[in-house]
């Protein structure tokens, strides 16, 4: 079955491009790599404001304009929360004075509502849980702002998640989340799971593509562009685009620090993977 899975939310999305770059806000084109994702990314908005109209980001306007040009039987990934548990989550319970645990249920319960909105409407949906939050202890940045330590703020990822897990189980829905994979038993973010101080690295991708066979294991999964290796058989498919995508992150690392050396090998990979 040829499905494609539209990846609707914040910053996050973009690592579904399947590159370590932060995609360009719809309604502009994504620049999207693997045929099974399309990406839209709906700026900053927070899980807890979908379900209302006119906040400042029209996260739910923007949402729901999407959602009405995506085909029903195709699939939508949901990816909101992540700055909800690195900005507000702790700051909201100490501002309003209760409990950490019962600021991250109200944040889940509002963006729940929103998700069975979604599905009511004849789509099948992957909600994604909240990734490990940056290992900053400061501010990262005026765009990317955090509140609390690396672990206070890993514990109330860990919160939202747990709660959204729950609540997408016993209503039937599809969740995926790598959030012990990418955590140290300390409880602070394994830092090569990131590809910058904030967004997750290419470097798990077939992890995660891996998992969603497993999760839809009738959906024709095609991991290339190019029509020949688009058309192997899946564990071949499978292993020649762990190579590749592993690869490609080492590039990425590499890049940082020495951009001259490594553009040729990157240019090779983008001729590989493209049509």
Not at 5 to 19: A, M, P, Q, R
Not at 110 to 131: N, Q
Not at 189 to 203: E, P
Request: net charge positive.
């Amino acid at each position: 079955m040829n499905k494609v899975i539209h990846c609707l939310g914040d910053s996050h999305t973009s690592f579904f491009s399947g590159s370590n770059t932060i995609q360009p806000l719809w309604p502009k084109e994504s620049n999207d790599r693997i045929p099974i994702f399309k990406t839209y990314r709906i700026d900053a908005s927070l899980a807890y404001n979908l379900c209302k109209t006119g906040t400042t980001t029209y996260g739910r306007e923007k949402l729901f304009n999407i959602l009405e040009k995506i085909k029903k039987n195709d699939i939508i990934l949901l990816s909101f929360g992540e700055v909800d548990c690195r900005v507000h989550l702790i700051k909201q319970a100490s501002l309003q004075n209760k409990p950490l645990k019962e600021i991250a249920k109200e944040c889940v319960e509002r963006y729940f509502s929103v998700i069975k909105e979604i599905t009511s409407l004849g789509y099948t949906v992957i909600i994604w849980g909240a990734i490990p939050t940056s290992t900053s202890e400061t501010p990262i940045n005026k765009d990317y702002p955090s509140f609390g330590s690396c672990f206070e703020r890993n514990h109330a990822t860990k919160l939202f998640n747990e709660y959204l897990s729950e609540l997408a189980r016993k209503n039937n829905i599809f969740f995926l989340s790598f959030f012990d994979d990418l955590t140290k038993n300390d409880g602070l973010t394994k830092r090569n799971c990131l590809a910058d101080k904030t967004h997750l690295s290419q470097r798990i991708m077939p992890l995660v593509v891996k998992k969603i066979r497993v999760l839809l294991p009738e959906m024709n999964i095609v991991l290339f562009k190019n029509t020949i290796l688009g058309k192997l058989p899946w564990k071949v498919q499978y292993t020649l685009f762990s190579i590749v995508w592993n690869f490609q992150d080492i590039l990425f690392s590499l890049s940082r620090k020495r951009k001259d050396l490594v553009f040729v090998l990157k240019q090779f990979i983008k001729k590989l993977i493209k049509k």
